[in-house]
């Protein structure tokens, strides 16, 4: 191995555990948190409940987030469990896909055509959802249930 290669090597392996460091959202110790995001009152039972979970307000509430989970509907009402959490900050936006196109459709206005939420129930008919609003803080262990309900 040439020296220019062992250099490369020994900096991909020193790079390695601050990587993994830096993830915030997977826990990796005992105590990981769950969160379970329940939703009812949905105004049909078509396509699936799309649950995105945020860590800052960079992204939120219209961006990819860090992890995303896709429920089916079961009568009016649906589930997102997001397992193996560390200890922090989040918020939470859940989407009525009604056309499983994957995303909130909008009207020629931009006023959203599907049902949609955030933690803590905080939706505006003109405005987006704000994160101060909108997050929540778990705790190591911990096992939080959050209930939104959908604005259309």
Known sequence: MSHRNRILAALCVAALP???MAAPVEARDEGAATLRVEVASFRN???TLNCRLFT?????????????????IDGTQAACVFD?????????????????????DRNFVGIPSEGYGVSNNRTYAMASPK??????????REALVLRIGLRY
């Open 18 to 20: 601050a990587a993994w």
């Open 45 to 47: 039972a078509k396509g």
């Open 56 to 72: 800052d307000a960079a992204s939120f509430p219209d961006g990819e987030g860090v992890r995303t989970l896709r429920a089916r």
């Open 84 to 104: 193996g959490l560390a200890p922090g900050a989040y918020a939470v936006a859940v989407v009525h896909d009604e056309n499983g196109n994957v995303r909130l």
């Open 131 to 140: 994160w101060d609003e909108s997050r929540f803080t778990l705790a190591a």
